[in-house]
């Protein structure tokens, strides 16, 4: 297909509603994968927590209606595998900033690194990066370093469930590491090499899982820009993109009271605080929802609609009365 001027260019494809488990390169940044993907006809697209430019790995690509639930994807556990070199800092924390300090590593052994590694797991803060994407007073922290304005030191609360030394080649390691969301790696790299007292900046890094996706459902982004047309062949839908939460089938009646944000009855198997993707009776996602006591039993209180975002709808204050709807536990 060609442009006006001669050009090829790639046919566009209707918008696609789901989740996109692309494996990243490293190199681009999360942005730059996302506006590839875009050209494709994909102009509603998001992501459940990017990558640096030197990380590969897990990106979660949200695609048109999968968007919106893009705050319940990415509380997931994450894990990583990754590599360090001892010896330096860089005001980036990886081996891609300017180095800030050198000194010498041969004091610290294979035994006092892997601990100090495993140390990890007691962190229950870290420093943000000053070259990262959060902000201050509305400007990301990387804008602010570029441009040698101060800014304050942010810590932000984390967990690291598990960490352990892989391989070691001095003052080379690689390492591996399961997360909660939102933590920087190579912060963590960064306090040990203060703790060591030798510096140390993180020289690669792998997500091989942002939970609850692998890198063994990942696809290339090279193979899809080579084949656009398998593009939504390779989309997990909606009503399989969060797994960890029941999928609970409607009949028509509640189906279309949800479609104005009615709080519908849940059958007698729902727990309060449970969280479902309700559907109609076709399995198509309708909204996700929380089960909350109301009535002697339990309603779901619709916490994002879809495909028309309904809005909560009241008559003189009180729940619409509806029907019992018919639970399914697929998906």
Known sequence: MQDQR???TRPALPQLHGVLVLDKPSGPTSTACLTAIKRLGQKKIGHAGTLDPLAAGVL?????????????VMEGEKAYCGSLRLGL???????????????????VGQAELAE????????????????SAAKHQGRPLYELARKG???PVKRKDISVFDARLEHVALPSATFRVRVSAGVYIRSLVHSLGKRLGCGAVMTALTREASRPFELRQAHGLEDILADPQSL???IIPIE???????NVA?????????RQGVRVRAGTEAVAGECALLCDEDSRPLALARAEEADGGHRWAILRGLFGDPQPARRGGRTVPERTPTPNTGG
Request: glycine fraction near 4%; hydrophobic fraction near 45%; charge should be negative.
């Open 116 to 131: 100090a590694v495993a140390a990890w797991t007691a962190e229950t803060q870290q420093e943000v990066p000053p070259y």
């Open 240 to 246: 399989k993109a969060l797994p960890h939460w029941r």
């Open 6 to 8: 001669g050009r090829h």
């Open 60 to 72: 979660v690509v949200l695609l048109g209606e999968a968007t919106k639930i893009a705050p319940y």
């Open 89 to 107: 800092a860089t005001d980036t924390y990886d081996i891609q900033g300017a180095v800030t300090s050198e000194a010498p590593f041969e004091h």
């Open 149 to 151: 304005l101060a800014a």
């Open 250 to 258: 409607l009949d028509a009646a509640a189906a279309a009271l949800v």
């Open 232 to 234: 939504s062949e390779r």
